[in-house]
């Protein structure tokens, strides 16, 4: 009877426990902060309950709760309260500072929402940035990102470049906090005006495509928006020291408040990086400086005042540089047990055996924003950024007068290794570069200098506004946005001598001299009591004229959300007038200095809908038409550089795009897939202006230009891209992105001269009326052909480990196939009544690299410190990124291709000590 009991006890205590553990439910997870790092303490909690625990270190929890727990609740001081379904896994959870911080309206609707804006999206966060950029270029960490192509193109500091989708930088937007940063004459970017940005940025967000930026002229190929640190930052600060290959040193610090008692916050960083660089020949030095001076008002305004910048000078190569393939493989006995693919063709020495360049790039570009936020009610708030930009710097550009021309500094690095021009060789027996025999022909020329060193500068000033109204009307259900976006731009570009080069003068006597051009009534005519004069040091050549843009426009957005939030639409539109004029101090008289105005109206109109089927599965789609002004340079202006005379014939570009989209969103697995396809219409930029020389007869030396009209462009596309992370310690990336991108028609253009008159043949006449049959003209069958300058099909694939607390360790294998070269069809192909027959460009072979990142977070005297390490391209695989052909090449293919191959095995180490 006593065993039955025991037994009887024993059954019960096993079908109790039996039960129990069927009545609960244990939720695994980890939380982290808007930055991507984690949130150490913060509580989980059974909602309505007492069970609870703190994340640790690592931000991860494990909870037991009650097996009818319907939702867990997560809190953490300064971030906002998070009610979320209770379930076994509940993945990665970021939480948001709270709203009461007033976020930035017009940073927050410069961002995509992800499973609410119908767009396709990728985003970074400052951990990710952190771990993975080591010694790369800002863009560099988005070569993992569908449709994104980033390269290091010539190789110098800065020098990378960012295309999406087969559009060039022109077309790929980057806002700075929601302000527009690329360039206002030819929409370009130069990414070492930003690298300093690393350090205080919080996210940067791509968005494919149209996009969801409320600006009033949104890019085609898609848009960069880097969120900085504000308000939200937390107190304390930074250290940090990294070194790695090529003598590569990089030291700074942060340092925040965060918010205090009194309303303020306060963010300062500083940094230096200088080193040899990867490419022989391409030493850099660089500054970097952020400050955010932020104010809260009450509980209804925000100020908050930043100002950033990267003074830096970097030693080129050129991009025009690129060898043949044949050529790099001589480069070899020239590098010392070095790769033959870090050879520079411009690097060398002058006669006194100082290190000379021909490419060297000097630059500044302090951006200082003040934003207002202002929280009117509940539902209403208005945000406005007044920005300004006051940039001064440029690159050196060689000159060259009596048989030598500013070519005759650069054609020598093209394909042969002993070059020579006139009577000098300006390769030396080792391979570099002789600029001591330049100095030895100008020293015994009796007319001065033959070949001289200028500084083409380019500075600026823009100033903007761009201002957002926000109104919730139907609380969680319909909102509308509108607001202005106003610019105001000038650019000023001279080139100025600042080397000899031995020589005693310099006499431009080129028919683009200044003095030997004056215009009288729009007329070019010779002065014949022109004398040539003698520059020295400081003396300007060549060009000499400012560029001024200024932009008016209007934007709003209409959203409106059904069946509680499941289906979100979007209807935006926006109206802008973008007018350009230009100044020449240099070809005309002070009478005939300024151009007209040209002004012209632009505009888009985009929609999209989100529907979240369950809370696993959405689908989108979106589409648009965008309607914006052709650019300053290569589009307006027949040639910016010499001459006031503007296209006869310029056009708004239009551009249609449509995507269609689907994602899958769990605790465990995520993916989206996407297809877009966009038409580029009446496209005017570098591809379709081309300008020449008239080399003999009475007009030699006069200059005319052939403009390809109605040219037409065809993207489409489709990409995919997962993540998988069954256990806390293992994650799976992936991505895969194919393209179909080439010209859609054969283009027709006309040639006109320098001033801007109808030319009848290239050996420039003018013709003699406007009719179609005495106006010269060329062809260039294209159509078909694909369009160069980036991969069209790129996948990536990559894996994180974090074996235990504070260790992560992981590998990224990025592949890219079906990259066709750039070609060229220069102005002299063009003769009139040509028809050229464009083959399809080069198809490189496909490459490939592999990644390494690790990172270990430890203490050092009761401070938390992270040592950061990478190694790039770990076995040290080379294969070629870039090239250029030109459009009816037949040769060889290695002989014939000017090519740019990628770096090679390269590493960067990086201490981190946090206060």
């Not at 990124?881 to 090679?904: C, L, R």
């Amino acid at each position: 009877m006593k065993r039955l009991l025991l037994l009887t006890v024993a059954l019960i205590g096993v079908v109790s426990w039996a039960f129990a553990q069927s009545n609960t439910l244990t939720c695994r997870g980890s939380v982290i902060d808007e930055l991507g790092e984690p949130l150490i303490g913060a509580t989980v909690q059974a909602k309505g309950t007492s069970v609870a625990v703190p994340t640790d270190i690592d931000g991860n929890f494990n909870l037991k709760v009650p097996a009818s727990t319907k939702e867990l609740q997560i809190t953490y001081i300064g971030y906002k309260t998070l009610l979320l379904k209770a379930q076994s896994e509940m993945g990665v959870i970021k939480m948001e500072p709270d709203s009461r911080m007033l976020q930035d309206v017009v940073v927050t609707q410069s961002k995509a929402r992800t499973r609410e804006t119908p767009v396709a999206i990728s985003e970074l966060t400052a951990g990710d940035i952190e771990a993975k950029l080591g010694n790369k270029e800002f863009p560099e960490v988005l070569k993992n990102t569908p449709g994104v192509w980033a390269t290091p193109e010539g190789g110098g500091y800065g020098d990378a470049k960012i295309n999406m989708r087969g559009f060039k930088a022109p077309n790929v937007a980057v806002l700075v906090n929601g302000v527009p940063m690329n360039d206002m004459e030819w929409g370009g970017i130069y990414w070492s005006n930003f690298a300093g940005l690393s350090g205080v940025t919080s996210s940067m967000q791509t968005q494919r495509g149209l996009g969801a930026a409320i600006i009033s002229a949104p890019s085609i190929g898609g848009t960069v928006n880097i969120t900085t640190r504000g308000l939200d930052s937390k107190k304390g600060g930074s250290i940090w020291y990294g070194t790695g290959n090529d003598g590569l040193n990089d030291v700074g610090f942060s340092v925040s408040t965060g918010l205090m008692n009194n309303g303020w916050a306060i963010t300062v960083l500083g940094s230096k990086k200088w080193g040899n660089g990867y490419i022989q020949g391409t030493e850099f030095e660089a500054y970097n400086y952020f400050v955010n001076v932020s104010k809260k008002i009450g509980d209804n305004h925000q100020l908050s005042l930043t100002a950033f910048g990267a003074p830096q000078w970097h030693n080129q190569r050129n991009t025009g540089n690129g060898l043949t393939i044949e050529s790099w493989q001589d480069m070899k006995q020239y590098m010392d047990g070095e790769s033959q693919y870090k050879f520079n063709p411009s690097y060398g020495f002058d006669n006194e055996g100082r290190q000379r360049t021909m490419n060297r790039n000097q630059y500044h570009k302090p951006i200082i924003s003040l934003n207002h936020i202002w929280q009117i009610n509940e539902r209403s708030s208005l945000s406005t950024a007044l920005y300004t930009s006051l940039a001064t710097g440029g690159g050196y550009s060689g000159q060259g007068r009596n048989g030598y021309s500013n070519t005759s500094w650069y054609a020598s690095n093209q394909k042969q290794l002993n070059w020579t021009t006139g009577d000098i060789t300006i390769r030396r027996p080792d391979g570099t570069f002789d600029y001591g025999a330049i100095q030895d022909m100008n020293a015994a020329s009796t007319t001065g200098s033959n070949m001289v060193m200028s500084m083409s500068n380019n500075s600026h000033e823009w100033y903007g506004l761009v201002s957002t109204y926000k109104n919730e009307i139907i609380p969680n259900k319909l909102s509308l946005i509108g607001g202005i976006d106003v610019r105001y731009y000038v650019g000023h570009h001279n080139n100025k001598i600042i080397d000899l080069y031995g020589g005693e003068y310099y006499m431009d006597d080129s028919s683009r001299g200044g003095s030997s051009m004056k215009v009288e009534n729009n007329a070019a005519a010779a002065d014949p009591n022109w004398k040539y004069q003698k520059l020295g040091v400081g003396d300007i050549v060549y060009r000499n004229y400012d560029g001024i843009a200024h932009q008016e426009g209007v934007y709003g957005q209409g959203e409106y959300k059904l069946l509680d939030g499941a289906i979100t639409t979007i209807l935006a539109g926006s109206l802008n007038v973008t007018s350009y004029q230009r100044r020449d101090f240099f070809y005309y008289d002070a009478e005939h200095s300024k151009s007209p105005w040209k002004s012209f109206l632009g505009g888009t109109v985009k929609g999209g809908v989100n529907w979240n089927i369950n809370r696993y599965n959405n689908v989108f789609v979106n589409g648009g038409f965008i309607s914006k002004a052709p650019f300053f340079s290569n589009g307006v202006f027949l040639s910016s550089s010499t001459s006031n005379a503007m296209n006869p014939n310029p056009k708004n570009e239009k551009i249609g795009s449509f995507e269609l989209g689907y994602g899958f969103h769990s605790p465990k697995f995520s993916m989206t897939v996407n297809a877009y396809y966009t038409k580029w219409m009446d496209r005017t930029d570098r591809d379709t202006q081309r300008s020449a020389e008239i080399r003999t007869g009475a007009n030699a030396g006069e200059r005319y230009t052939i403009n390809l009209e109605n040219v037409q462009a065809q993207h489409i596309g489709l990409e995919v891209d997962f993540a998988y992370k069954p256990t806390k310690w293992f994650e799976l990336q992936g991505m895969l992105s194919w393209g179909d991108w080439q010209w859609q028609n054969n283009a027709k253009g006309y040639f006109y001269n320098s001033l801007g008159q109808p030319l009848k043949n290239t050996s420039g006449d003018i013709a003699s009326g406007i009719k179609a049959e005495d106006h010269a003209w060329a062809i260039v069958n294209q159509k078909g052909v694909k369009i160069g300058g980036s991969a069209q099909t790129t996948g990536a694939i990559g894996v994180t480990f974090r074996p235990f607390k504070g260790f992560r360790i992981g590998g990224d294998w990025t592949v890219c196939a079906r990259n066709y070269s750039d070609y060229s069809v220069s102005g002299s192909d063009l003769n009139s009544g040509a028809i050229l027959n464009v083959q399809d460009p080069w198809e490189i072979p496909w490459g490939n690299e592999f990644d390494l990142s690790a990172s270990y977070k430890f203490k050092i005297g009761g401070l938390d410190a992270t040592l950061y390490g990478n190694v790039y391209n770990l076995f040290n695989h080379f294969y070629v990124k870039d090239a250029t052909t030109d459009y009816n090449v037949k040769g060889e293919w290695n002989n014939a291709y000017k090519v740019f191959y990628s770096f090679g095995r390269t590493f960067s180490l990086r201490l981190k000590v946090n206060f």
